[in-house]
């Protein structure tokens, strides 16, 4: 019987995620407590992606705190959007 490897194990992890995700999705209960899910599992993801299949631990230490600085701040930006979605189109709209 084949083991898993690491690499295959964290790949369903990830799966597992998506899953998740689409499976909430499909619950039609959008609110607070459904953003945070989703937040959260954008995080996770984010960063084992980020931990697992980018070599991230050879690279400069700026460009590691860059890219986890992302998958924090992309988490953050679905909160706001959910949370203050019309103060976000005022300042990101041009006219």
């Known amino acids: 019987m084949n083991r898993l490897g690491h690499a295959e194990k964290i ?10 995700g689409a499976w909430l999705a499909e619950t039609g209960h959008a609110g607070w407590p459904l953003t ?3 937040a959260g599992l954008i995080a996770i993801k984010g960063r084992l ?4 299949y980018m ?3 050879t690279a400069h230490p ?5 890219l986890h600085g992302f998958v924090t701040l ?5 909160i706001f959007s959910h949370g203050w979605g019309d103060v976000l ?5 041009l006219h």
């Not at 992606?49 to 697992?52: M, T």
């Not at 992309?74 to 679905?78: C, E, G, I, R």
């Not at 189109?89 to 709209?93: D, K, S």
Request: aromatic share 6%; charged share 15%; no cysteine.
């Open 11 to 20: 790949w369903l992890l990830l799966l597992a995620l998506t899953l998740a």
């Open 36 to 38: 945070f899910v989703v």
């Open 49 to 52: 992606v980020i931990d697992h």
């Open 55 to 57: 070599a991230i631990t």
């Open 62 to 66: 700026r460009i590691r705190r860059i």
């Open 74 to 78: 992309v988490p953050l930006m679905v």
């Open 89 to 93: 189109r005022r300042i990101t709209t």
